[in-house]
């Protein structure tokens, strides 16, 4: 049973107000009066409802003439009860507004005769964990990768932005976030991390676990962008965004898939190889060739013991290779089986599932340059790639993903407590580039469509 107040009015009942009306008493003054509903009337008894002033039985309509008093009573319905203005503000805590689209407002008589209706756009998105889920403004490193939508107004109005989370099991915390992209220009795809650190946001709203926040709020004409979050990253639930408003528009942000770099740039003839240094000159792929700092010709001899008449290694003979190359454990640990199938699948061209040293001497060299990229993006905890950085860190070895082959690639390497690996990291690295380069090859007219029979499609899928 809920606590009732003195007043007969229950605590924790969100009560509604229905309208508002004016009472003239007999000696001439104005009482300001709200009509509340009790949405439990069926379930509450009548001795505990509302019995203060203005109540069916209160002795405050001797003040009113009779007429007036029964214009009044006759607008109530079940479960409905008159109650000062005054009375209602010391009662009442919270007021919340709705506010109807224009489909739901014809349902309203009172809103019938309204020349300005609400004008409804919907997005519904998700938050998932590594992809979208970049907790609020706090997370400088991660806030950026939340679904960014631009809202665009062709004139000044007051618009309502609304952010329903769908689960309420277990809520999170949530709210949203306006920026003004009025002076930025060649928008093409999502916001990166440098924009919302040289930007001041607009509009904030508050951060609550209820199922739905909102805020009305004054915007000149032209662009904006909306960040709906969670208040931590790494939290998943599903959302929607409503904006109304009379002249509105609502697009996502979304990034184009493509490659940036080359991850494997042509070697120069004095290509050598140092993991130790791999945190130094990450940023090899800028340039058309690579080099590193210790001859590869220390590696050759133990290549050549385990290497074929032809000089060639397959996976296995790589794995062992590998791990006798690599200078720590930790650098070992990418090493796996599965990803030396990786490596001779993308560097043998001849499908005999072999590589020559060239091929190796490649690999090392840019091994060297992703181990680093991936130091970069590990500075909190060395050797633990979080999730939420993990779209940056691809990009920075060449690859631009869209948030729908982002998730895939999640799927397939995110560990359970949210982070990859370096090995995790190699992998995907691998897979992208043998996707790529499957696509380029079959690409002739360089117009981004290919056509594939069902036996070369299936082909692709397993190579990759």
């Known amino acids: ?3 009732a107040l003195p007043n007969g009015l229950h605590v924790g009942i969100n009560y509604r107000l229905c309208s508002l009306d004016k009472a003239e008493t007999v000696m001439g003054d104005t009482v300001q009066l709200v009509r509340l509903r009790n949405p439990l009337a069926q379930t ?28 009044l009573i006759e607008q109530l319905e079940v479960g409905e009860f008159w109650m000062s203005f005054f009375d209602m503000t010391q009662t009442f805590t919270h007021l919340e507004c709705v506010h109807l689209d224009s489909d739901t407002a014809r349902d309203e008589p009172q809103l019938s005769d309204k020349n300005r209706r609400w004008l409804m756009r919907l997005y519904q998105g998700a938050w998932k964990r590594g992809v979208t889920a970049g907790g609020c403004r706090n997370n400088p490193d991660s806030f950026h990768i939340n679904p960014q939508l631009q809202l665009f107004l062709s004139e000044k109005e007051d618009v309502i932005i609304s952010v329903n989370q769908h689960s309420v099991l277990e ?29 001041k946001s607009l509009v904030n709203s508050q951060y609550t676990n209820s199922r ?31 904006v109304l ?6 697009a996502l942000l979304e990034t184009q898939t493509m490659l940036l770099l080359d991850p494997f740039p042509l070697l120069n003839s004095s290509a050598k190889i140092s993991m130790d240094s791999a945190n130094n000159n990450v940023n090899n792929n800028n340039n058309n060739s690579v080099s590193a700092t210790t001859s590869t010709a220390q590696y050759e001899p133990v290549f050549m013991q385990l290497a074929d008449d032809q000089r060639t290694l397959n996976c296995f003979d790589l794995q062992e290779l590998l791990e006798a190359c690599l200078p720590n454990d930790y650098i070992r640990s990418c090493a796996s089986l599965e990803v030396c199938r990786q490596v001779v699948c993308l560097m043998d061209k001849t499908n005999r599932g072999r590589i020559n040293f060239n091929d190796f001497n490649k690999f090392m060299v840019n091994l060297k340059t992703w181990w680093g990229v991936f130091k970069m993006h590990t500075k909190e905890k060395s050797g633990i790639l979080r999730a939420e950085r993990f779209r940056d860190a691809l990009y920075d070895v060449g690859f631009q993903l869209s948030t729908e082959i982002l998730s895939i690639l999640i799927l397939r390497y995110m560990r359970r407590d ?8 190699i992998s995907a690295i691998l897979h992208l580039t043998m996707a790529f380069e499957l696509f380029k090859a079959k690409d002739t007219n360089q117009d981004g469509v290919i056509s594939m029979g069902m036996t070369e499609f299936i082909k692709s899928v397993f190579m990759c």
């Open 212 to 242: 739905q926040i909102s805020h009305r709020c004054t915007l000149d004409t032209g662009r904006y962008l909306i960040m709906a979050t969670t208040f931590e990253p790494a939290e998943e639930a599903s959302f929607s965004v409503r």
């Open 1 to 3: 049973a809920t606590e």
């Open 418 to 425: 949210g982070t990859l690996r370096l090995s995790d990291f």
């Open 171 to 199: 809520p999170k915390v949530i709210g949203f976030t306006v920026y003004n992209l009025n002076n930025v220009q060649n928008i093409n795809g999502c916001l990166s991390k440098n924009f919302f650190k040289k930007h």
């Open 44 to 71: 509450i008894s009548k001795t505990a409802s509302f019995n203060g002033d203005w109540s069916s039985f209160s002795n405050s309509w001797e003040r009113v003439t009779m007429n007036e008093r029964n214009r």
């Open 245 to 250: 408003g009379s002249t509105i528009r609502l």
